[in-house]
């Protein structure tokens, strides 16, 4: 079976990225990443790719007169390597419709919050600050707004007495790492679609993980 040829997108760390490549060193898993872009030079993230033997591309935002040009960049950088579907890990970059339009259902992200709650930055100060007892992490369909778009998957996280933002974020981090990879599997293998601004799922068990017990994730 081909596989399903992933683009992914970071600024920074690239955690989630090394998820990615680590879940396609598995012979079975039913996607490949064949670029990795970075709008910031020097991203830890570009050296996880260059040590996994994928391709890499530097595009640094500031070397554009607009986000649309920029976007136009990116775009281009996609459709030369063949992607299938862009992957955000970590992307600190709005995207404008020359971007987001042509990927409209092939392009995902994911944020550390149960979405619709807390988009944006400083995410789990916010869910601190709001005492919430649970927080999580979501995968979703990318549309022109900020952190909206059709949810893929999800993973619910207690807040534990006595979290900082590091501890929370760590243990969402922990997460994330867990449902991007299934995420991808299951658009790879046709089980979640993107149809008129919804995500449609073909079968049970929903793609959403509560603690560590979802034995599908
Ligand atoms: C993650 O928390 C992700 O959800 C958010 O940005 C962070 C990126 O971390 N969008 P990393 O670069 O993947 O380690």
């Given at each position: 079976?081909?596989?399903?040829?992933?683009?992914?997108?970071?600024?920074?760390?690239?955690?989630?990225?090394?998820?990615?490549?680590?879940?396609?060193?598995?012979?079975?898993?039913?996607?490949?990443?064949?670029?990795?872009?970075?709008?910031?030079?020097?991203?830890q993230g570009l050296k996880r790719a260059e040590e996994a033997g994928?391709?890499?591309?530097?595009?640094?935002?500031?070397?554009?007169?607009?986000?649309?040009?920029?976007?136009?960049?990116?775009?281009?950088?996609?459709?030369?390597?063949?992607?299938?579907?862009?992957?955000?890990?970590?992307?600190?970059?709005?995207?404008?419709?020359?971007?987001?339009?042509?990927?409209?259902?092939?392009?995902?992200?994911?944020?550390?919050?149960?979405?619709?709650?807390?988009?944006?930055?400083?995410?789990?100060?916010?869910?601190?600050?709001?005492?919430?007892?649970?927080?999580?992490?979501?995968?979703?369909?990318?549309?022109?707004?900020?952190?909206?778009?059709?949810?893929?998957?999800?993973?619910?996280?207690?807040?534990?007495?006595?979290?900082?933002?590091?501890?929370?974020?760590?243990?969402?981090?922990?997460?994330?790492?867990?449902?991007?990879?299934?995420?991808?599997?299951?658009?790879?293998?046709?089980?979640?679609?993107?149809?008129?601004?919804?995500?449609?799922?073909?079968?049970?068990?929903?793609?959403?993980?509560?603690?560590?017990?979802?034995?599908?994730?």
């Amino acid at each position: 079976m081909a596989r399903l040829k992933l683009g992914v997108q970071i600024s920074g760390r690239g955690s989630n990225l090394q998820s990615l490549i680590d879940a396609c060193r598995d012979p079975g898993f039913p996607a490949e990443i064949v670029l990795a872009v970075s709008n910031v030079p020097g991203a830890q993230g570009l050296k996880r790719a260059e040590e996994a033997g994928i391709p890499t591309r530097v595009i640094p935002h500031k070397d554009f007169p607009s986000r649309e040009a920029f976007d136009a960049a990116l775009n281009e950088a996609h459709q030369n390597a063949g992607v299938d579907l862009v992957c955000n890990a970590g992307f600190m970059r709005l995207m404008t419709p020359v971007m987001v339009r042509p990927w409209l259902g092939r392009m995902i992200n994911i944020h550390p919050s149960l979405l619709p709650a807390f988009p944006g930055i400083h995410v789990h100060r916010q869910v601190l600050a709001a005492g919430c007892l649970f927080t999580g992490c979501t995968v979703h369909y990318m549309d022109e707004g900020m952190d909206t778009g059709a949810i893929i998957a999800q993973a619910a996280v207690p807040v534990l007495p006595g979290d900082t933002e590091d501890t929370l974020g760590g243990r969402v981090l922990s997460f994330e790492h867990k449902i991007y990879p299934f995420a991808v599997r299951r658009i790879a293998e046709g089980k979640v679609r993107y149809m008129e601004g919804k995500a449609v799922h073909e079968d049970a068990p929903l793609p959403a993980l509560a603690g560590l017990a979802n034995p599908a994730v």
